[in-house]
């Protein structure tokens, strides 16, 4: 089983990052992404598919040549025909990102890679990628 991918980071250290984010998870075409506001999940599906990208927050989905970027921080989780568009994408783009991956428990079915992104202070994140779903929160 191939060991999760763990890195703390500056803005500048974001390219590398990536570069080894691809070597890590060659062939992973779905990547999850969680982390509070603010965390830089943004910043890293920028930093991996190019300037062009921009907050998904109100348009939920953008298209870009090869890849998808969702994000479902105000996505209509209980709309099924927008579920079933997202399970479409998943099914069929090249490359996704999903950030707010942690909104629809549904995603935790899905192969692909895990990314956990967390501020340590305000010019540091810590990064961890795995294979696997992280474990669900405790019931409150």
């Known amino acids: 089983m191939q060991q999760p991918y763990r890195r703390s980071y500056s803005e500048a250290e974001l390219p590398q990052v990536v570069q ?43 298209h870009y040549p090869g890849a998808v970027h969702v994000d479902l921080y105000r996505f209509p989780l209980e709309m099924p025909s927008r579920l079933g568009e997202l399970e479409e994408l998943l099914e069929e ?10 909104r629809w428990p549904g995603l935790r079915a899905w192969s692909g890679a895990w990314v956990l992104i967390r501020p340590e202070g305000p010019e540091r994140r810590h990064l961890v990628a795995d294979l696997k779903p992280p474990p669900l929160p405790p019931e409150p």
């Open 93 to 102: 783009a090249p490359l996704i990102f999903v950030e707010w991956a942690d």
């Open 20 to 62: 080894e984010l691809q070597a890590w998870g060659a062939g992973v075409r779905r990547w999850f992404l969680v982390g509070p506001l603010g965390a830089g999940k943004t910043h890293l599906v920028r930093a991996w598919i190019g300037p062009l990208v921009s907050s998904p927050t109100f348009t939920y989905i953008h």
